[in-house]
């Protein structure tokens, strides 16, 4: 049980496209899913915090107007990076979280590995 | 504020030795932690967690840790490594003010040599 659903999983692209990633929970309804990045040898950085039916909550320091994230349903959210750019370049990993007790885990997909040329 | 830290970015074992990965967490509040490990190019998987009932808590893959507040640890251990168990692995904390959000330590690389 608890599977997350990311999707794609690789993604190359020119520099000014946009990018939209899918993270879906597979069999439990999704209270509550995270978008992180991960640099190379480096932790999970939270970008956003979204809500079922809410605006997400964007971590200080993440442009929430490059990285939009709607979360329309219990069960999909996605990340669209707009205007891709180099920099943009990076892992980016969703996870999902059920119910509303404190103690629930967080599921994570298997990322999305982008690169913008 | 909560925070994690993993003693240790990487850490070397043979085949059959006993694999031990230390976090200590700081929090103001009673802590859930939780273990995960990430392979190349994936998603993280969840080992095991702490939610303030046993302070040992046994997860999957042989993989058990203890929860030690006068410490402030919560240590990962099992006894005999796999090769498979090569792998990066991941401390985290939630609770608190911070919700359901996780803070998560910087991983300690785990490398097991035949």
């Known amino acids: 049980g608890a599977v997350v659903s990311q999707h794609p999983s690789w993604v190359i692209c020119k520099s000014g496209t946009s990018v939209k990633i899918e993270c879906r929970s597979l069999?439990?309804?999704?209270?509550?899913m995270f978008w992180y990045r991960q640099f190379p040898k480096q932790s999970l950085m939270l970008m956003a915090t979204?809500?079922?039916?809410?605006?997400?909550?964007?971590e200080q320091g993440v442009e929430k107007d490059k990285f939009l994230i709607n979360h329309a349903s219990l069960t999909l959210s996605t990340l669209t990076v707009t205007s891709a750019h180099p920099e943009d370049s990076s892992f980016y990993i969703c996870?999902?979280?059920?119910?509303?007790?404190?103690?629930?885990?967080?599921?994570f997909g298997d990322g999305t590995r982008l690169s913008i040329l | 504020a909560q925070s994690v830290t993993q003693l240790g970015s990487h850490v070397s074992v043979s085949e059959g030795a006993l694999v031990l990965l230390r976090c200590n967490y700081s929090?103001?509040?009673?802590?859930?932690l939780f273990w995960y490990v990430q392979y190349p190019n994936q998603g993280l998987q969840l080992l095991l967690k702490?939610?303030?009932?046993?302070?040992l808590v046994k997860g999957i893959n042989g993989f058990e840790a203890e929860f030690k507040k006068s410490e402030t640890s919560f240590h990962l251990t099992k006894p005999s490594a796999h090769m498979s168990d090569a792998a990066e692995y991941f401390c985290?904390?939630?609770?608190?003010?911070?919700?359901?959000?996780?803070?998560f330590g910087e991983g300690t690389q785990l490398t097991v040599n035949p």
């Open positions: 996870s999902a979280r059920g119910g509303r007790l404190r103690d629930q885990p967080q599921h």
């Open positions: 069999d439990f309804q999704a209270t509550t």
């Open positions: 979204s809500n079922e039916g809410s605006k997400a909550t964007y």
């Open positions: 929090s103001s509040v009673p802590p859930y």
């Open positions: 702490y939610t303030s009932a046993a302070t």
């Open positions: 985290a904390v939630s609770g608190g003010t911070s919700g359901s959000r996780l803070t």
